[in-house]
């Protein structure tokens, strides 16, 4: 009896060879592949790793260069910019982590570099070693990362939240008789006082000086050599009327009364339209809140505001959201002052509604001009408001130099006003 045939496969039939037992290629082929997936997947560990902290850390220098080129834009003159905007840049950066650690504002790791020139500030950050997957592989085992960013505070032409008042920007008044044979600039020193005929202290209801800008009696005015918050009068006055760039020095806000009018029927006031100027609702609307903006060199409507009730009862309810700020001036008081009893403490400056955005204008060009229906502004200045003493009482404050604004950039002639850019 023959034995059974052995069964013979295809391959054999075809090729007339004996099938190969590939198990083993299968399982190298498995390693390779399973390798492979690894490698691939540390990679994609070490990408995502480092793609998430150059972000994180470019995202903190950002903010950290324009915090501390907002140094730039600070109106008190005894600020050191140079330290000022080191420090502000990396109170910025502490707020801020990279991989769930807080950025080390230590010389190893973090510089701030300030370019007062230009006004430029630098912030830069190297991320410390970062361990790797892939890396390793190749005998990389950690890498580190630097990010950089530069701000810049420029020259602009706008600001926001700009209350409806244009103050005469101010000029070299040369001492001489005005109308009703008052004399201008009572002491001479080239800076607007009141008249304090009872001797407190306090700009009340006709006790404002009579200027006015008169070519004739050799007026001049520039707004950057002679305007508000310029050197001009660095060296003028004596006591608490000696101040740098201004900071610091009373200013005639909006007059209430008639009898505190240089020009007549023109109470500092500006609208956009002919009714908004004109309408005392609207303009203590606008003092209490809202939110406008103004741009420099440009043209709006000339208002008088001349109904005291709304108008002066506006300014006493935007005094009183902030009622125990008050201005304390520094030992020196031309190095300006500071404000206490603010409800927003240390920020005063930038949260307190006692401090307010208005409209400075060429005194120059409304010379003369009583009836003048128009006014454009050339710059923005801060104000700190002192309290209201009557209803009929002229609204006063404190300089606090020229604004940081927002919108388009450039250099608008005149323009002082600052913005922040960030350049890189």
């Not at 070490?46 to 470019?58: N, R, S, V, W």
């Not at 505190?260 to 309408?279: F, I």
């Not at 307190?352 to 060009?365: D, E, F, H, K, T």
């Amino acid at each position: 009896m023959r034995p059974p045939p052995e069964r013979v496969s295809t391959e054999e039939r075809v090729f007339g060879c004996p099938r190969l037992d590939r198990t083993g290629a299968a399982m190298v082929v498995a390693a390779v592949m399973i390798l492979l997936f690894l490698s691939l997947t540390a990679l994609a560990i070490d990408y995502g790793m480092i793609k998430t902290a150059k972000a994180e850390a470019q995202r903190a220098m950002d903010g950290a260069a324009l915090a501390g080129a907002s140094a730039f834009t600070e109106p008190d003159p005894t600020f050191n910019k140079d330290s000022g905007a080191k420090a502000r840049a990396k109170a910025l950066a502490v707020k801020h982590t990279v991989r769930r650690t807080v950025i080390d504002t230590t010389a190893a790791h973090m510089t701030v570099t300030v370019d007062l020139a230009n006004s430029n500030v630098t912030a830069t950050y190297s991320v410390p070693p970062m361990s790797l997957w892939f890396g390793r592989r190749f005998g990389t085992s950690t890498m580190g990362l630097t990010a950089t960013a530069k701000a810049h505070a420029e020259n602009t032409n706008t600001a926001t939240c700009v209350k409806p008042v244009a103050i005469p920007d101010a000029f070299n008044n040369q001492p001489n008789i005005s109308k009703g044979k008052e004399q201008e600039d009572l002491n001479g020193d080239k800076i607007y006082n009141y008249k304090d005929g009872n001797s407190n202290s306090t700009w009340d209801e006709g006790e404002t000086e009579p200027w006015s800008f008169d070519n004739s009696k050799g007026d001049s005015y520039d707004s950057t050599s002679t305007g508000w918050g310029t050197n001009y009068r660095n060296a003028l006055g004596t006591g608490v009327n000696r101040r740098t760039k201004d900071y610091g020095r009373q200013i005639l806000v909006q007059p209430i009364s008639s009898k505190d009018l240089s020009t007549p029927s023109w109470h500092n006031v500006w609208g956009k339209s002919k009714p908004d100027a004109n309408s005392a609702s609207k303009v203590a609307a606008r003092i209490l809140g809202e939110c406008e903006t103004a741009e420099v060199q440009t043209t709006y409507e000339a208002g008088n505001g001349s109904n005291t009730g709304p108008v002066s009862d506006a300014w006493d309810e935007l005094i009183a959201r902030d009622p125990g700020a008050t201005w304390v001036d520094n030992p020196d008081p031309s190095t300006g002052g500071t404000v206490t009893g603010s409800n927003q403490g240390a920020n005063w400056l930038n949260q307190s509604a006692r401090v307010i955005v208005v409209g400075l204008y060429n005194p120059s060009a409304y010379a003369g001009c009583p009836s003048c229906n128009t006014v454009q502004l050339n710059n923005l200045g801060r104000v700190f408001l002192e309290p209201h003493t009557c209803k009929k009482c002229p609204v006063t404050g404190r300089f606090l130099g020229l604004v940081g604004g927002g919108g388009a950039g450039g250099n608008p002639s005149g323009s002082l006003v600052k913005r922040l850019v960030l350049i890189k």
